[in-house]
């Protein structure tokens, strides 16, 4: 939400694809951060503190199934002349008051369960007969199956150091310690931290509710009977997809026909629901392309600072593009152009900013690296444009897939990769490098 209006300038005039992009970051701001159960905030960024409450392990604890033992009982135990130990109990994990083990005594237990008093070290079950009186065994019999295993005589064939495969209370990070600092996004060891320390919610910045919504009368959904002269509605797929993969939680609303009023009241529906809106098509200069038309007057118009700036973009694909906020909210709108691969570029370039900004996150931006041409021939490009050919990258080379033009899907399919060409440059040879924008 903004109430930055975008820069204006006059109708021929072509943008920069870095002058849009800081336009659209001006005009959107971190959305306010709110409590969240743990798996609803996983990937979001956390805007407290957090204090480890009860130390991690909470109590000494063991690493290995086997007994529980003094050091003196067990020094000089071998094979030969093992250590025959009183066998007083099982200490199953989660056990509150574990049995007493005294000289001569071993209580039988289980990993993670507290080392019982009396005992200083643990020997795994593996150095022991297991209490069947014959050779080393390689495990325990269940409890249930053999509930006589946690009484009668154990002999241990190896010596233990005192605290031997004992996790220390405390070891892992301590009651008072700095869990995890504010700004830290959520990934799953982060979860499976706060997790541990009981945290059951968190503070963070939400994720970004975005609604993309396609135009077009030529659109067909997908699994639906394609008529003569109609097209299947891909961008509204692939722009939710890349909603989601940036971050946001992603609504995605079919075709909406070419007629300013449904489009309107459709995207005015939406609004409710939306921290960004995105829609697609529409945006150039033909009869039927009404989001520029509807857009003029989307919400409340009494409002000041909003309005959607439609421009012309120094960049292929996607020249056309349209942006600014719309409602009572100030929503912040991105009209992108609807040949698919320049709505697809677009999205990558400007929309997943906004949504990781949004959000929070001070990494906004796919990474980059440079790589060498390969291919046979030179990459042409039009000159004055920032040209986004689609590639194939690894090890350090890149190679172009399929040609330039903003309708071919099925390469864009097998990218992995955005080759950047600049604005002053017209020519690429293979062998030279270049910029590539790693698509993930
Ligand atoms: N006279 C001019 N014509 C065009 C210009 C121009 O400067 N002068 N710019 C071209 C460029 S560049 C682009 S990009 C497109 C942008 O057009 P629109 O945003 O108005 O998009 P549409 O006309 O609605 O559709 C363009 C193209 O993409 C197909 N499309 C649209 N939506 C979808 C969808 N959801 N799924 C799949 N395919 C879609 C649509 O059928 C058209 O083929 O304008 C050029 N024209
Ligand atoms: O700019 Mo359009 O997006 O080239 O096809």
């Not at 009860?54 to 250590?83: C, H, I, K, T, W």
């Not at 079919?254 to 009241?265: F, Q």
């Not at 590639?391 to 099925?410: I, M, P, W």
Request: aromatic share 4%; net charge negative.
């Amino acid at each position: 939400m903004s109430t930055a209006a975008p820069r204006t300038a006059g109708p021929d005039h072509l943008w920069s694809v870095d002058e849009h992009l800081d336009d659209i970051l001006a005009t959107v701001r971190p959305l306010e951060p709110i409590e969240l159960q743990l798996l609803d905030a996983q990937g979001c960024v956390l805007v407290e503190d957090v204090t480890v409450p009860v130390s991690l392990p909470p109590f000494d604890n063991s690493s290995m199934d086997g007994y529980a033992v003094r050091v003196a009982d067990v020094a000089g135990a071998s094979e030969r002349y093992p250590a025959a130990l009183e066998v007083v109990g099982d200490v199953a994990a989660g056990r509150a008051e574990p049995p007493r083990v005294g000289p001569g005594q071993a209580a039988r237990i289980m990993t993670g369960a507290p080392l019982p008093p009396g005992a200083e070290t643990v020997v795994p079950v593996e150095w022991t007969d297991g209490g069947l009186g014959e050779g080393p065994v390689t495990g325990m019999r269940a409890h249930s199956l053999a509930p006589e295993g946690a009484t009668g005589q154990v002999r241990v064939h190896r010596p233990a150091g005192a605290r031997a495969h004992v996790r220390a209370e405390g070891s892992d990070v301590r009651a008072g310690d700095r869990a995890l600092e504010a700004g830290t996004v959520l990934g799953p060891p982060q979860i499976s931290l706060l997790a541990a320390i009981g945290r059951g919610t968190v503070r963070v910045r939400p994720r970004p509710r975005v609604v993309v919504l396609s135009t077009g009368s030529e659109l067909v959904q997908p699994g639906e009977e394609l008529g003569a002269g109609r097209i299947y509605d891909s961008n509204s797929f692939s722009l939710t997809a890349c909603a989601r993969d940036a971050g946001a939680i992603a609504y995605r609303v079919g075709a909406v026909a070419d007629d300013a009023d449904t489009l309107r009241d459709t995207i005015e529906d939406q609004l409710v629901r939306a921290d960004l809106v995105v829609t697609t098509g529409g945006v150039s200069v033909g009869a039927y392309d009404v989001v520029r038309e509807a857009l003029a007057s989307v919400g409340d118009e009494d409002e000041p600072g909003g309005g959607i700036d439609f421009r012309k973009l120094a960049m292929q694909p996607g020249k056309p593009q349209g942006f600014g906020s719309i409602g009572p909210d100030h929503t912040p709108l991105l009209a992108l152009p609807g040949n698919p691969v320049s709505s697809y570029v677009s999205f990558e370039l400007f929309a997943r900013p906004a949504i990781r900004t949004l959000m929070g996150l001070t990494d906004v931006h796919r990474p980059r690296t440079r790589a060498t041409l390969a291919g046979s021939g030179p990459l042409t490009s039009p000159e004055g444009r920032r040209q986004f050919l689609r590639g194939r990258y690894a090890d350090g080379e890149v190679a172009a897939v399929g040609g330039a033009g903003s309708h071919l899907v099925a390469a864009l399919a097998r990218a992995n990769a955005l080759i950047v060409v600049p604005e002053d440059v017209e020519s690429v040879a293979p062998g030279t490098d270049v910029e590539v924008i790693l698509l993930g």
